[in-house]
Structures are given as structure tokens and as C-alpha cells.
């Protein structure tokens, strides 16, 4: 192959040979509008975590904001990640997201 993949097609695997960059799932649960056209959402395993606005983009970008302010904490502070062992579903009505977000 040619270009910026190695000899064997994969491409290359950037950093500075320092721990890898965690990666996280972020499930989120969405509500529908309500009658006032705000939205609610929640992280099906850390519930602490929750936002709500006008549109699902701003939502998502609350909740990805606090659930990497969360993480970081959680690691800085040597504590384990209360993790939620029986992650919630989605209800009627209710639609899921998953966002992987890097630390």
C-alpha cells in the first residue's frame, strides 16, 4: 500500500509512546420534547449525569461536556467510577444515543 498505511494496510498508530487516550461509551437516553420543546437526557450508566435544552445537538453536548468532567474527576481523584451496574433502557417514548467520548 502507499500513501500514510504501513506495509501491512493498517495505518499508523500516532502518539508519543505514552498511555493510550481512554476511550469511553456514553449512553444517553433522550426524552421526547415535552410540551415546551425541551428535551431531557440522561447516562444510562453513570445517572448522575443529566441535561436538558432546546435541541437534541445542545443536549448531547451537555451531556458529553459533563460526562468527560465526570471521568477526569473520578481518575484524578484515584477513585473507582461508580458505573451503574444494570444500565438503564430506554423507555416508550424514549430514543439512545452512543457516543464514544476520549479523555
Keep these: 500500500m502507499t500513501g500514510s498505511f504501513q506495509a501491512d494496510g493498517n495505518l499508523p ?3 508519543d509512546g505514552g498511555m493510550p487516550v481512554p ?3 456514553c449512553h444517553v437516553i433522550l426524552s421526547a420534547p415535552n ?3 425541551t ?3 440522561r447516562v444510562s450508566t453513570l445517572p448522575e449525569i443529566t441535561a436538558s ?3 437534541e445537538r445542545d443536549v448531547l453536548r451537555k451531556i458529553v ?3 468527560k468532567a465526570a471521568l477526569i474527576r473520578y481518575r484524578e481523584a484515584g477513585e473507582p467510577i461508580p458505573w451503574n ?3 438503564a433502557k430506554p ?3 424514549e430514543s439512545q444515543r452512543w457516543i464514544p467520548v476520549h479523555l
Aim: charged share 35%.
Design 91 to 93: 423507555e416508550r417514548g
Design 35 to 37: 410540551g415546551e420543546g
Design 53 to 55: 435544552g432546546r435541541s
Design 65 to 67: 461536556e459533563d460526562f
Design 85 to 87: 451496574e444494570s444500565p
Design 23 to 25: 476511550v469511553y461509551d
Design 13 to 15: 498508530v500516532a502518539g
Design 39 to 41: 428535551i431531557t437526557a
